[in-house]
């Protein structure tokens, strides 16, 4: 358990950081199964900054080297989903508390990179939110859900 109270779980032999993130790969691979979706994709790597390094010269006993030391390691975004509808590219993050640092990540993906990140925010009476215009999930739906969980 982390320090939101999440605990890991494995579904598929797929690791996900919480059981909401679980759920929502359900629905999505569902989703996809169906071809109402394509290509999802799971803990996509977005960089939003290089890392940055420094070159020195270190004299050696008989010659002079180049060695390359980094001074600053890159910031990199990592999307819980990733998957195409209609033409166009959906980067979903599964949200249950948004820290400083996502906050801060979630402007530069659409500063740097004009990519908009679509927050699923975790409802603890029904479990998820689904954005309108997505198929709605039902108590049922969840109900079954439930018992092909692994």
């Not at 679980?22 to 939003?48: A, P, T």
């Not at 530069?108 to 699923?120: D, G, N, P, R, Y």
């Amino acid at each position: 358990m982390n320090k939101y109270h999440n605990k890991k779980v494995t579904y598929n032999n797929i690791t996900f950081d919480s059981k909401k993130e679980r759920d929502y790969y359900i629905f999505f691979k569902k989703q996809e199964d169906e071809g109402l979706i394509h290509n999802l994709r799971l803990q996509v790597k977005y960089e939003l900054l290089p890392a940055i390094y420094e070159e020195k010269e270190v004299q050696l006993k008989t010659k002079t080297k180049l060695v390359k030391k980094c001074i600053q390691q890159a910031t990199n975004y990592i999307a819980d989903f990733v998957y195409e509808k209609d033409g166009e590219t959906f980067v979903i993050d599964v949200k249950g508390i948004r820290t400083k640092e996502y906050l801060l990540k979630k402007k530069m993906m659409l500063a740097l990179l004009k990519i908009k990140i679509i927050e699923k925010w975790c409802d603890r009476s029904f479990g998820m939110n689904i954005e309108q215009d997505e198929i709605n999930i039902t108590k049922e739906w969840l109900e079954d859900v439930d018992e092909t969980r692994t």
